[in-house]
């Protein structure tokens, strides 16, 4: 579920290291609770694998080079979800697609260790927007996975922002999954022109996909062979994305089955107005929630 030559870099990890890797710089984390990759272009985490289980993301195995976005892992998308028409600061409201956030090199400020996992936190190298500031905080341990992207208006105005946790959840194959804990919720389809449509009942993508639901609720995904709980923080936005059999050039049509996108995400039906000296906490929680009848 990952590449190889990344795998290998990390079960050669001996608790933590910082290396380049297909033109990035990423830092690799082998601990006794399961290992953790981050690449420092845009804080995506690239790799989660708790002990004893396989990779909860996917990560294509054939990337595009550098300075190329790294499809798949938990990219991030701030200040703005979507096309140009979002991105506030830039002329003629041109910019690139879902922000700037994704393309930018981030420092790493600090490692917190504990007996069950990690806390891992991130800045940029530089401010991404005039009047917001960012910070990423990415807990991992054995049970489960917390990534937080938290916003700041430093400025004197208020600030209208949309985000999302672009998050690949590695799967047998996209086509059999089912998701549950959407039923009855509101949503867009991209594919229909953002025609407005209601879910009714499991969601099981045969194809193509690309929904914004207007939802709060977690979602399980179940793949056949295990079930992913994704829960949310301060995110009433819910996307849910795959490509179809027309995937992007940096993977293939069979490499592809392998995801499912399913976003903790602010977008245009639930943005974020933020105050001077406001903050908000956009978060996402990956589980393996207990099994049924087990307590």
Not at 13 to 19: I, N, P
Request: aromatic residues 6%.
């Amino acid at each position: 579920m990952i590449p190889d030559s990344l795998q290998e870099r990390l079960d050669a990890t001996d608790d933590q290291q910082t290396l380049t890797w297909e033109g990035r710089e990423l830092v690799l984390f082998n601990q006794p609770w399961g290992q953790l990759a981050v690449a420092l272009t845009g804080a995506q985490v690239v790799h989660f694998k708790p002990a004893g289980d396989t990779p909860w993301l996917w990560l294509t195995p054939t990337p595009a080079a550098a300075p190329a976005t790294l499809r798949g892992g938990i990219p991030l998308c701030w200040p703005w979800f979507g096309d140009e028409r979002y991105a506030d600061e830039s002329p003629n409201r041109q910019g690139p697609f879902h922000g700037t956030a994704r393309l930018a090199p981030w420092r790493l400020d600090g490692v917190d260790e504990h007996e069950e996992g990690i806390e891992v936190h991130l800045s940029p190298e530089e401010r991404l927007h005039g009047r917001l500031t960012v910070r990423v905080v990415i807990q991992a341990n054995a049970r489960r996975l917390h990534v937080e992207l938290i916003s700041e208006n430093v400025g004197d105005a208020p600030v209208k922002t949309s985000a999302a946790l672009h998050t690949y959840l590695a799967v047998d194959d996209a086509f059999a999954c089912r998701l549950e804990g959407l039923a009855g919720a509101r949503y867009l389809d991209k594919h229909q022109g953002f025609a407005e449509g209601e879910q009714q009942g499991t969601l099981a993508p045969s194809g193509a996909v690309d929904r914004i639901y207007h939802s709060n609720a977690a979602v399980r995904v179940h793949d056949g062979r295990r079930t992913l709980l994704v829960a949310k923080d301060q995110s009433d936005s819910t996307v849910v994305w795959h490509p179809g059999e027309a995937p992007p050039d940096d993977t293939s049509p069979a490499a592809a089955r392998g995801f499912l996108c399913v976003e903790a995400a602010n977008t245009r039906l639930d943005p974020v107005w933020l105050v001077s000296g406001a903050q908000h906490l956009l978060g996402t929680t990956l589980t393996r929630p207990p099994a049924e009848g087990t307590v």
